[in-house]
């Protein structure tokens, strides 16, 4: 082969390879790219983000519940991925606030709720006493979320974002500053504090009065309606959906106040199932109309669904298989179900155990949307964007759910091992936690003990919590709002009040006492 021919084909095999590469890459590059959390940062999706109250672990039907009241949530998870090791704080306030503020609840006295401040039990903890105003009439120290916390709210709203609550705000239900409005929700609507009846918007004032308050609002002005609250914050939500843009990204808190007590008058499926299974499947309606007006009214390729509970049931029975139950740190009171549907970023029937905390949140929202994570206050959560979007292992590998100073036992969990107190389980071999081991790993024990003890140096001081509600029973929360209450306010609390009982035996309370030790039984409706 002379040397001109041999050039010739040389020339001629590296085109035919070079066309070859050509025709690969642009291949490559016409086909969709993969999804994953590169194509999501800063892409500044909507957020809806409903929370439901005091459901069990196992009460929805994709964790073992009947299916046949929660199709809604099922589809939703269906359509989705289920976190299963997902963790809130135990009780409602110190979630809500972690939600919130992207840190856990004892950096901000959110351990404590609003009305642990009028209940002696709860009071005695912090060696205080019932506060009397200066008639010597007792009433509640107002305790709330600092307004120096900046809010998810905030940081949405700063960036761009629509941001509306629509039901449960349980972070302050007095002072304005203390109220959603103050904490960077541009629209509110629903209730304040703890949990109210679902049929008249009242809620007994247990801290330290028993007798009933208005609590519904919109805007921060109390408004006059119809209907069970499940259905209206659901109503709400949907229209605020139907109003929003393209152009303007938005952020819809829904935290429902089902299936949280008092569940005594509900208006549908009781003819077929107990209150409460009743009210959870008036949920599941809820959750279903919500999740429909995002895909009717076309927002649902660029909306990031997420369902989630705040703490776990008032029984074991419905938190199976966890031991515990809310207002604990076993697995029942922390592990909550969520769900996140995003079409086409987050792959339908999907299971991811990685670990995952409320904190986690907020973070993980900043990332979506683009704007600039805090510095100067840092934060407890974690960017899980690559654990959500890409199946990577989770960033976290400890929580901290309780320190000295609070109502329950300090508790942290440190990988597969979790110490409540004095008591060590190892998560993944015993997630029942069933056993007590303890005693065969005394220097872990002592270790986490030490870590625990270096987080609770860290809480603030609690201050002297002298601010005073007054009047001590107003007719409705909100203090400019009782300041100026219409007549029909104080005429439908006047008539919930006739019907409460005027006289109550020593000691005698219609809220549980503060726990005392690991566990709390509930006899009640979880007040």
């Given at each position: 082969m002379s040397k001109d021919h041999f050039i010739s084909k040389s020339i001629d095999?590296?085109?035919?390879?070079?066309?070859?590469?050509?025709?690969?890459?642009?291949?490559?590059?016409?086909?969709?790219?993969?999804?994953?959390s590169k194509q999501i940062v800063g892409s500044r999706p909507n957020i809806v983000f409903m929370l439901s109250d005091d459901m069990g672990w196992a009460e929805p039907g994709f964790n073992g519940g009947d299916p046949e009241l929660t199709p809604n949530i099922d589809r939703l998870r269906n359509d989705g991925v289920s976190l299963t090791q997902f963790y809130a704080h135990s009780v409602c306030a110190p979630t809500r606030a972690a939600i919130m503020t992207g840190k856990y609840a004892?950096?901000?006295?959110?351990?404590?709720?609003?009305?642990?401040?009028?209940?002696?039990?709860?009071?005695?903890?912090?060696?205080?006493?019932?506060?009397?105003?200066?008639?010597?009439?007792?009433?509640?120290?107002i305790h709330a979320l600092d307004t120096n916390e900046r809010t998810v709210a905030e940081y949405l709203r700063d960036v761009g974002y629509f941001t509306a609550i629509t039901g449960k705000w349980h972070c302050g239900e007095w002072l304005p500053e203390h109220l959603p409005m103050g904490q960077g929700f541009l629209h509110q609507y629903g209730h304040y504090a703890w949990g109210i009846d679902y049929n008249n918007y009242t809620i007994p004032h247990n801290a330290p009065a028993r007798f009933a308050v208005y609590d519904w609002h919109r805007n921060q002005q109390p408004i006059q309606e119809q209907g069970y609250t499940t259905d209206l914050i659901a109503n709400e939500a949907t229209r605020l959906i139907a109003e929003q843009k393209q152009d303007r990204p938005f952020f819809i808190y829904v935290p429902f106040n089902a299936v949280h007590g008092p569940i005594e008058e509900v208006p549908r499926y009781t003819d077929q199932y107990p209150a409460r299974q009743a009210a959870l499947k008036c949920l599941d309606d809820a959750i279903g109309r919500i999740v429909a007006a995002v895909d009717q009214h076309g927002f649902a390729q660029n909306t990031l669904v997420i369902f989630a509970n705040d703490n776990g049931g008032l029984t074991e029975e419905m938190n199976k298989p966890w031991r515990g139950t809310k207002n604990t740190t076993f697995e029942g009171g922390v592990r909550v179900p969520c769900v996140m549907r995003w079409p086409g970023k987050i792959e339908p029937g999907t299971e991811n155990d990685g670990m995952m905390h409320v904190v986690d949140l907020l973070p993980t929202f900043l990332t979506l949307a683009g704007g600039q994570h805090p510095v100067q206050s840092p934060l407890d959560g974690i960017d899980m964007i690559r654990m959500i979007f890409d199946q990577a292992k989770s960033p976290r590998n400890e929580i901290i759910f309780e320190v000295s100073?609070?109502?329950?036992?300090?508790?942290?969990?440190?990988?597969?091992?979790?110490?409540?107190?004095?008591?060590?389980?190892?998560i993944k071999e015993d997630p029942t936690e069933s056993t007590d081991i303890s005693a065969k790993h005394p220097e872990l024990v002592k270790q986490l003990q030490a870590k625990l003890a270096k987080a609770g140096k860290e809480r603030p001081p609690l201050g002297e919590v002298n601010t005073l509600m007054d009047p001590p029973l107003p007719y409705v929360y909100g203090q400019q709002e009782n300041a100026n209450a219409p007549q029909w306010v104080k005429e439908a609390v006047e008539k919930v009040r006739a019907t409460q009982p005027k006289e109550w035996a020593e000691g005698e309370t219609p809220w549980p006492q503060a726990p005392q030790g690991a566990t709390i039984i509930y006899e009640g409706d979880g007040r």
């Open positions: 095999l590296y085109l035919c390879f070079a066309v070859l590469l050509l025709t690969v890459f642009s291949t490559v590059k016409a086909a969709d790219p993969p999804a994953g004892f950096r901000t006295w959110s351990d404590w709720r609003s009305e642990d401040f009028g209940k002696p039990s709860y009071l005695a903890k912090l060696n205080l006493t019932l506060a009397k105003n200066e008639r010597g009439e007792e009433t509640r120290r100073g609070s109502v329950r036992l300090p508790t942290i969990r440190q990988g597969d091992f979790k110490l409540m107190g004095e008591m060590l389980y190892n």
